[in-house]
């Protein structure tokens, strides 16, 4: 069997994937990522949850710095995810009055934003920001202090400020899976932009479901790509155990599922306008590297992303590349 072909050689985007630094310690890691994907970004370790122990003021930079020199070494870019969340290292905020928890704010976004400037092309500046049933935005400990759109509109400017070259993204999930969310993410996106927030893309995380029902996805990457925005797929995995306490049907019939909704995902990808196409990112290389396979999660079978635990490539890797 000759040797899969590079993502990186068949699509004509950036393809990503994210990385923990101490997968860089597994040479077959290394070589897969290296041989198939052009941009990384840091599955955990640019998290502020990661950068900042319990303090607003004390950082930790060294899981992101060594993730920073690998993709320099490598010669792949580097998308930063993310600055602000509602979840993950909010609590490092907790109990400042509203002038102290501001500077805070405003600190955190320049100093880790900042750090990274001239590397990282682009950041999730906000991440998760509608809720999951999809008709609101999240209440959170930022909105809380300083408004449902202000948290989000005073982290694009001080990302902005920062770091005035990266592209500034706003990213959630389940945009396809949950059309209600997919257009009130939109509808987010537009007010930002018309209050001034300098958002450069639109990220769609894309865990899919795959059970829903074809044409979803492509329906989604249309209306988003009507904004005008460069686009990214930043998380896709699509998990074989979605659905499987209301549907039992075979494991073959799941990957058919898996396979074809993928496949969508990859043909919406490559209708959007060239310009607007920003990079396509898998949220773990091998199955086993998936998140969707560690801990209570792991049932030792899911196979979500594009190459199986040996590094060959799986369903998924024929479903994304048969649309380039
Ligand atoms: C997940 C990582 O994969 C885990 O390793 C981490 O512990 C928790 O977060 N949406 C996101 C990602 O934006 O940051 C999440 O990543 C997956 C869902």
Same mark, same amino acid.
């Not at 994937?17 to 290296?34: G, Y």
């Not at 982290?155 to 070259?165: E, Q």
């Not at 919406?268 to 196409?277: D, I, K, L, T």
């Given at each position: 069997?000759?040797?899969?072909?590079?993502?990186?050689?068949?699509?004509?985007?950036?393809?990503?994937?994210c990385?923990?630094?101490?997968?860089?310690?597994?040479?077959?890691?290394?070589?897969l990522v290296?041989t198939?994907?052009?941009?990384?970004?840091?599955?955990w370790?640019?998290?502020?949850?990661?950068?900042?122990?319990?303090?607003?003021?004390?950082?930790?930079?060294?899981?992101?710095?060594?993730?920073?020199?690998?993709?320099?070494?490598?010669?792949?870019?580097?998308h930063?995810?993310?600055l602000?969340?509602?979840?993950?290292?909010?609590?490092?905020f907790?109990?400042?009055?509203?002038?102290?928890f501001?500077? &805070?704010?405003? %600190?955190?976004?320049?100093? /880790?934003?900042? @750090?990274? *400037?001239? $590397?990282?092309?682009?950041?999730?500046?906000?991440?998760?920001?509608?809720?999951?049933?999809?008709?609101?935005?999240?209440?959170?400990?930022?909105?809380?202090m300083?408004?449902?759109?202000?948290?989000?509109?005073?982290?694009?400017?001080?990302?902005?400020?920062?770091?005035?070259?990266?592209?500034?993204?706003?990213?959630?999930?389940?945009?396809?899976?949950?059309?209600?969310k997919?257009?009130?993410?939109?509808?987010?996106?537009?007010?930002?932009?018309?209050?001034?927030?300098?958002?450069?893309?639109?990220?769609?995380?894309?865990?899919?479901?795959?059970?829903?029902?074809?044409?979803?996805?492509?329906?989604?990457?249309?209306?988003?790509?009507?904004?005008?925005?460069?686009?990214h797929?930043?998380?896709?995995? &699509?998990?074989? %155990?979605?659905?499987?306490? /209301?549907?039992? @049907?075979? *494991?073959? $019939?799941?990957?058919?599922?898996?396979?074809?909704?993928?496949?969508?995902?990859?043909e919406?990808?490559?209708?959007?306008?060239?310009?607007?196409?920003?990079?396509f990112?898998?949220?773990?290389?091998?199955?086993?590297?998936?998140?969707?396979?560690?801990?209570?999660r792991?049932?030792?079978?899911?196979?979500?992303?594009?190459?199986?635990?040996?590094?060959?490539?799986?369903?998924?890797?024929?479903?994304?590349?048969?649309a380039?």
């Amino acid at each position: 069997v000759p040797p899969a072909r590079p993502l990186k050689s068949l699509a004509p985007f950036p393809m990503g994937v994210c990385a923990k630094s101490p997968q860089f310690d597994d040479p077959a890691w290394v070589q897969l990522v290296t041989t198939h994907f052009s941009q990384l970004t840091p599955e955990w370790e640019m998290k502020m949850e990661y950068i900042l122990a319990d303090s607003p003021d004390r950082f930790r930079f060294d899981g992101p710095d060594t993730i920073a020199a690998f993709a320099r070494h490598y010669g792949l870019r580097l998308h930063g995810h993310t600055l602000i969340w509602y979840a993950q290292g909010e609590q490092a905020f907790a109990g400042l009055d509203r002038a102290r928890f501001i500077a &805070a704010f405003d %600190r955190y976004i320049a100093i /880790v934003a900042g @750090r990274y *400037r001239g $590397q990282v092309v682009s950041w999730d500046v906000v991440n998760e920001p509608v809720t999951d049933e999809g008709s609101e935005l999240r209440d959170c400990h930022w909105s809380r202090m300083l408004g449902l759109d202000g948290y989000m509109i005073r982290a694009f400017h001080k990302a902005r400020a920062a770091d005035p070259n990266a592209v500034l993204f706003l990213n959630d999930y389940n945009l396809e899976n949950t059309p209600r969310k997919g257009a009130t993410f939109l509808k987010l996106a537009e007010r930002l932009m018309k209050a001034g927030a300098p958002i450069g893309g639109i990220g769609s995380q894309s865990h899919l479901d795959i059970r829903i029902p074809p044409g979803q996805i492509r329906t989604f990457f249309r209306d988003a790509a009507s904004l005008g925005l460069p686009i990214h797929v930043s998380e896709l995995d &699509a998990s074989l %155990r979605s659905g499987e306490r /209301v549907d039992l @049907r075979s *494991r073959s $019939q799941r990957i058919e599922q898996q396979t074809a909704r993928v496949g969508e995902l990859a043909e919406a990808f490559m209708a959007v306008p060239e310009r607007q196409r920003f990079a396509f990112s898998v949220w773990g290389a091998r199955d086993t590297d998936s998140f969707l396979r560690q801990g209570e999660r792991d049932d030792g079978q899911n196979q979500p992303v594009l190459f199986d635990a040996a590094g060959k490539p799986a369903p998924l890797y024929a479903a994304v590349t048969g649309a380039f």
